[in-house]
Antibody, heavy 120, light 107 residues
Framework: QVQLVQSGAEVKKPGASVKVSCKVSGYTLTELSMHWVRQAPGKGLEWMGGFDPEDGETIYAQKFQGRVTMTEDTSTDTAYMELSSLRSEDTAVYYC?????????????WGQGTLVTVSS | DIQMTQSPSSLSASVGDRVTITCRASQGIRNDLGWYQQKPGKAPKRLIYAASSLQSGVPSRFSGSGSGTEFTLTISSLQPEDFATYYCLQHNSYPLTFGQGTKVEIK
């Protein structure tokens, strides 16, 4: 069973960056395909980016290109999502979501979410 | 990008009702679609994957169907714990895209 534990809530000023972590247990990161999804208050789910196992690359949604970086530390089985040049519209709960790379299905395992608040 | 159009955006139903939610893809996605249930303050929970496969542990009153461009999530007999928001997600091609969500409320 995969478990994902995310870092705690963050409050940032406009223009700053935030880095959210997602610690994996139960499997190793190399066996998983990790994605990041966010949800603004009262809004729907929005895919930000994730690992494409067919290409072996991380794909970012166009909306976040140039502002988001998703990385993985396989020595600690921790995934990271860094979002820069924050603005108030980036206030949201950020989730990591994953499944076994070989399963080729929508992510079945989710972190608990990390609230990022952008406010001056 | 593949657009997912989910309908309705909300519905009111009573316990015991049959509920159907639809997602339409802007182009064919085979059966590369799943459904989530989300309750307030919680992470989404996968109900259905590969369009019609029931996630282990999910009650059998939930079912999914469809292929290509039209997909449905059906709750055969709505229970009190089913009042939530439901989302479809396609993973046929990148970027992955969600439907806009359907909020199921108590009538």
């Amino acid at each position: 069973q995969v478990q994902l534990v995310q870092s705690g809530a963050e409050v940032k000023k406009p223009g700053a960056s935030v880095k959210v972590s997602c610690k994996v247990s139960g499997y190793t990161l190399t066996e998983l395909s990790m994605h990041w999804v966010r949800q603004a208050p009262g809004k729907g789910l929005e895919w930000m980016g994730g690992f494409d196992p067919e290409d072996g690359e991380t794909i970012y949604a166009q909306k976040f290109q140039g502002r988001v970086t998703m990385t993985e530390d396989t020595s600690t089985d921790t995934a990271y999502m860094e979002l820069s040049s924050l603005r108030s519209e980036d206030t949201a709960v950020y989730y990591c979501a994953t499944d076994l790379e070989a399963a080729a299905v929508i992510p079945g395992y989710w972190g608990q979410g990390t609230l990022v608040t952008v406010s001056s | 990008d593949i657009q997912m159009t989910q309908s309705p955006s909300s519905l009111s139903a009573s316990v015991g009702d049959r509920v159907t939610i639809t997602c339409r893809a802007s182009q064919g996605i085979r059966n590369d679609l799943g459904w989530y249930q989300q309750k307030p303050g919680k992470a989404p929970k996968r109900l259905i994957y590969a369009a019609s496969s029931l996630q282990s542990g999910v009650p059998s009153r939930f079912s999914g169907s469809g292929s290509g461009t039209e997909f449905t999530l059906t709750i055969s007999s709505l229970q009190p714990e089913d009042f939530a928001t439901y989302y479809c997600l396609q993973h046929n091609s990148y970027p992955l895209t969600f439907g806009q969500g359907t909020k199921v409320e108590i009538k």
